[in-house]
Nanobody, 119 residues
């Protein structure tokens, strides 16, 4: 098991921006569909952004137009650019494989990075 390593979270005011980074082992995100997830206190973890191995992205409705997912193959890194942040974006953010990989994801969950947006 090799954990993914998320970074870039912090405390920001509403309307601000953050860029999250996720360092993956080897070719994990080059050959598989990758995703960012978040979990708010008292709520279930949800997928917020998807980036396929072919370079296609998709987003949950609540972040469309504000978040951008991208990948740097040379650095084995997945990014999430978060703009126009809202208090409801607050949560612990994780990267991993897409939901369709199921329990395989348990091999990779990292510690997450906390994003807190104040009003």
């Amino acid at each position: 098991q090799v954990q993914l390593v998320e970074s870039g979270g912090g405390l920001v005011q509403a309307g601000g921006s953050l860029r999250l980074s996720c360092v993956a082992p080897g070719n994990l995100f080059r050959v598989n569909d990758a995703a960012w997830y978040r979990q708010a206190p008292g709520k279930q973890r949800e997928l917020v952004a998807l980036f396929t191995s072919g370079g296609i992205s998709n987003y949950v409705d609540s972040v469309k137009g504000r978040f951008i997912i991208s990948r740097d193959n040379a650095k084995n890194t997945l990014y999430l650019q978060m703009n126009s942040l809202k208090p409801e974006d607050t949560g612990l953010y994780y990267c991993n494989l897409d939901e369709r990989y199921g329990s395989i994801r348990d091999n990779y969950w990292g510690q997450g990075t906390q994003v807190t947006v104040s009003s």
